[in-house]
């Protein structure tokens, strides 16, 4: 393999691989970035020619804190390039990270490969010396003992050619941190020179003390389906619990702290409110079902139907709560919609629980005004019959509900008072769990939770209400 020096931390110590990227969404493009930032050299591949001219001039094409400085630093050392060329990633690269998309099947639960395939064999085909396929895409266990086989058969290198998985871990907001500082790295290899070369291209990581699990194909793949498996009923058995709060005059609130102080249970991903939704938990639940039925396991899994099924009822049960407080109808009601993408921190829309709320909402014949600090665009492009605005103000003006569907600190930390005197009604939503209960009730605000009593009841407008007062 072709090796240069490069200098981590101030040591050149080491010969590095060079390395490509195939697929800039938004795995691909961090890895990319953060590989680059590590000290490699990077080429990002993709067959989408816009993206790639946006990458290339310093522009990431969504939203994710610091990545968009990182890549103006790496590209102006030189370390990083874009290209559409799978010719020009054959002859660059030593070792070759596969990042592309696994969606949902039309009509079925199962994860669409056919980028997948396409990536690994395009590549593959045009590969003339040893290297390394280092798959990170979430697919369905098999895949990657299958793909070994396929390069293999395709590339003129034969068995030169070693495939790996190494899954990723990221948290949308949080991407940059969770690629430079993982709290582990995953290594699936079926021979030791794969793992040998894995080695060497996270030797930084390891290095700084990263810990590692090294495991066959198989369990590298169910790792991350596993992880976000495990994840999603966490999230929806505090909401579950949400359900039986409502009908018994419980507290779920409260309920989650008292649980949380139980060590093995802990307190992260117990709070109750909207569910899980985006690019990886929801369909990666629904796959991992479909897969371990086709193997005969679909018994051991049926749980994650209910699962789901928990978190889609937490959409449903909150337009319920809108139209309660709105007196039964939502025909004709104005409602403000605070927030569209899936989790705070990010633009993605992909099967969110906020802009599925706010549709859900506008075909009771609500009047919805949506505002995300990020996510206004995207949520346009797949619901364009709602009326979006430029801020929470312009939003919150004239409605007789307001509904928090998506947590940004913009609207955790908004002034209840203020707010008060632009609606038309002080009757709030909260969906997320998020807002100062205490505060929304001095200013007069009727406040309602998922799997909480009705608090707070309406109060008169004060003179001018509806109407936008400066403070």
């Known amino acids: 393999m072709n090796h240069t020096d490069i200098t981590v931390q101030g040591q050149t110590d080491f010969a590095a691989p060079r390395i490509t990227v195939i697929g800039t969404g938004y795995l691909g493009a961090t890895h990319a970035v953060c590989m680059a930032a590590l000290g490699f050299e990077v080429l990002g591949v993709d067959v989408d020619p816009p993206k790639v001219a946006e990458l290339a001039a310093g522009r990431v094409p969504f939203f994710e804190p610091g990545l968009p400085e990182k890549l103006r630093e790496v590209l102006d050392a030189g370390r990083i390039r874009f290209t559409t060329d799978f010719d020009e990633a054959a002859a660059f ?158 507290d779920v609130d409260v309920l989650s702290v008292a649980l949380a102080y139980d060590d093995r249970i802990g307190g992260r991903f117990l709070r109750p409110g909207l569910g899980f939704g985006g690019g990886c938990l929801p369909k990666d639940i629904r796959a991992f079902q479909h897969r371990a039925s086709e193997l005969g396991a679909g018994q051991a899994v049926a749980f994650l139907g209910e699962v789901d099924g928990i978190n889609l009822r937490r959409r449903s049960r909150t337009v319920d709560l809108v139209r309660e407080l709105a007196g039964g109808s939502l025909e004709g009601v104005r409602v403000a919609a605070l927030g569209a993408a899936f989790k705070p921190n990010s633009d993605d829309v992909r099967d969110a629980p906020a802009l599925d709320v706010a549709r859900m909402l506008y075909l009771e014949g609500a009047t919805v005004a949506v505002y995300d600090p990020e996510a206004n665009a995207n949520a346009h492009r797949v619901y364009p019959d709602l009326d979006y605005v430029d801020s929470m103000d312009a939003a919150v003006a004239g409605a007789e509900v307001t509904v928090l569907l998506t947590e940004w600190d913009e609207f955790r930390h908004a002034d209840p008072g203020v707010l008060g005197r632009l609606a038309a009604a002080r009757r709030i939503v909260d969906a997320r769990h998020a807002l100062d209960v205490e505060a929304y009730l001095e200013a007069g605000w009727e406040y309602r939770a998922l799997g909480r009593p009705m608090i707070g009841a309406p109060t008169a407008l004060p003179q001018g209400g509806g109407v936008a007062i400066a403070e």
């Open 93 to 250: 690269g030593d070792v070759h990270f596969v990042c592309v998309g696994t969606p949902q099947l039309p009509g079925s639960h199962g994860a669409d490969l056919r980028y997948v395939d396409s990536a690994f064999t395009e590549l593959a085909r045009r590969i003339t010396r040893p290297a390394l396929l280092v798959g990170k895409s979430t697919v369905p266990v098999g895949t990657a003992a299958r793909l070994r086989e396929l390069v293999r058969e395709v590339s003129p290198v034969g068995e030169e050619l070693e495939l790996a998985w190494n899954p990723e871990f990221l948290r949308e907001g949080f991407a940059v941190e969770d690629t430079l500082h993982p709290d582990r790295l995953v290594f699936g290899v079926a021979s030791p020179r794969a793992e040998r070369e894995l080695q060497r291209v996270f030797r930084p990581l390891l290095d700084a003390g990263t810990p590692l699990v090294v495991a066959d194909l198989p369990t590298a793949e169910l790792v991350k389906v596993a992880a976000n498996s495990f994840l999603a009923t966490k999230i929806s058995y505090i909401n579950a619990m949400a359900e039986v709060c409502e009908v018994a005059g419980a």
